[in-house]
């Protein structure tokens, strides 16, 4: 069977409506009800009151179609974007949720059944996996659905026990592969025990079951409830016969604009995909409200657009091309996110400006760059260089490693962060002096540019870090 993106969508929350779930809308990326999260990076996370019984719903299931950020906090694949067949910044999340309602029986007959009879999987494709101590999901694998036991396996906490936090609601999880098959691009291929990318995990339920105390004792919870969650660019990528999520229908179309805008021909270079997956986090994180800038989530945002600037650059983009692809973005996206629709020049005003802002220092610190590169003894950027390209040239620190790596170098991050120190306390020593400091800037602002520095306030630095 052959899906579209949106297709598929519609396929799952229809299939749980007719189960009983309640059709929510996509939240924010900005979590509303939790002040210690980055981001939305799951599903459940605008459920998370639901879960904890501290918010009442009218209803004890839901299903929903999740936009998610995973490039900062305790989620982050920012550094998996352009390695991986299936990471990306952004993505969307299929849900359905149990709210003390039904619990692992149910949750594995309707993942299996929308599976296999709804999308029409090859069962011997399907693969899955079980928190080690888990019998009961394993035996209602085994023995209910049927799954031959050399195709189940036995994970450990590290990938198979999810928990909300610290304490508070926790619990076994059951992850559902897909095997693409021997014949894979990029990557180790892993197994479905270790990462890789033949066997790729699709789906993944969440059985909360368990309140973990202070002192950590697992108390089981009168109600347990139910979170899954399956990406879906990835089973995109199963219905359309592809094996990486860049080969889908909506990375296909991003990508062959961004190549046009760019003026390559190079369908297949790694930094058109990293194009195409910034874009997308960069548009939803603006649609969001949120503005590049240098610190918390603003800065998150710069970053990302920075690295996709630089990837431009390695093109030999002439000029600026990222806030061009938002058209395209919105072409693909604006019929299921009218916001993106709405907020389209809000969009591409805030990339361009950045794009400026960078473009005007990029050229001169990657020279920089190379021309230490040329004299560099060993595989570690030091940390002095990597902080004035920081500092001067508005290189983020990821963005520094993410060019090192691909030249199979690392970075000194100690050093990094020495150097960083000694300019606060430098900032410091001089602002003992009364030199008045704001001052200082308001009269460089206004003045042609000249080096990043003075444009950012030393006060922030220390809080760009925070992920
Ligand atoms: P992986 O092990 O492949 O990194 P995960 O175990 O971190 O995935 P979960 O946290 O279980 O992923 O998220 C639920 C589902 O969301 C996954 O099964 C997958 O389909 C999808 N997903 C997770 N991370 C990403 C990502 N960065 N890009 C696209 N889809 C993702
Ligand atoms: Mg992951
Ligand atoms: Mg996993
Ligand atoms: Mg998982």
Known sequence: MHMTSAEIREAFLAFFATKGHHRVPSASLIPGNDPTLLFTNAGMVPFKDVFLGDEHRDYTRATSSQRCLRAGGKHNDLENVGYTARHHTFFEMLGNFSF???????????????????????????????????????????????????????????????????????????????????????????????????????????????????????????????????????????????????????????????????????????????????????????????????????????????????????????????????????????????????????????????????????????????????SLEGTVLPGELVFKLYDTYGFPMDLTADMAREKGLTIDEDGFNEAMEAQRQRAQQASNFGVDYNQRLKSTQKSEFSGYTETVDESEIVEMFID
């Open 100 to 374: 003390g309602d039904y619990f692992k029986r149910e949750a594995i007959q309707y993942a299996w059944q929308f599976l296999t009879e709804e999308l029409k999987l090859p069962k011997e494709k399907l693969w899955v996996t079980v928190f080690t101590e888990d019998d009961e999901a394993y035996d209602i694998w085994a023995k209910e659905i049927g799954v031959p036991t050399d195709r189940i396996s036995r994970i450990g906490a590290k990938d198979n026990f999810w928990a909300m936090g610290d304490t508070g609601p926790c619990g076994p999880c059951s992850e559902i592969f897909y095997d693409h098959g021997e014949d894979v691009w990029g990557g180790p291929p892993g197994t479905p025990e270790e990462d890789g990318d033949r066997y790729i995990e699709i789906w993944n339920l969440v059985f909360m079951q368990y309140n973990r105390q202070v002192d950590g004792t697992l108390l089981p919870l009168p109600k347990p409830s139910v979170d899954t969650g399956m990406g879906l660019e990835r089973i995109a990528a199963v219905l359309q016969h592809v094996h990486s999520n860049y080969e889908i229908d909506l990375f296909q179309a991003l990508i062959g604009d961004a190549a046009k805008i760019i003026g390559t021909d190079d369908l297949n270079n790694k930094s058109l995909r990293v194009i195409a997956d910034h874009i997308r986090s960069c548009s939803f994180l603006i649609a969001d409200g949120v503005q590049p800038s240098n610190e918390g989530r603003g800065y998150v945002l710069r970053r990302i657009i920075r690295r996709a600037v630089r990837h431009g650059s390695m093109l030999g983009a002439k000029g600026t091309f990222f806030y061009k692809l938002v058209a395209s973005l919105v072409a693909q996206m604006g019929e299921a996110y009218p916001e993106l629709r709405e907020k389209q020049k809000v969009i591409e005003q805030a990339l361009q400006r950045e794009e400026e802002q960078f473009g005007k220092t990029l050229e001169r610190g990657l020279n920089i760059l190379n021309e230490a590169l040329e």
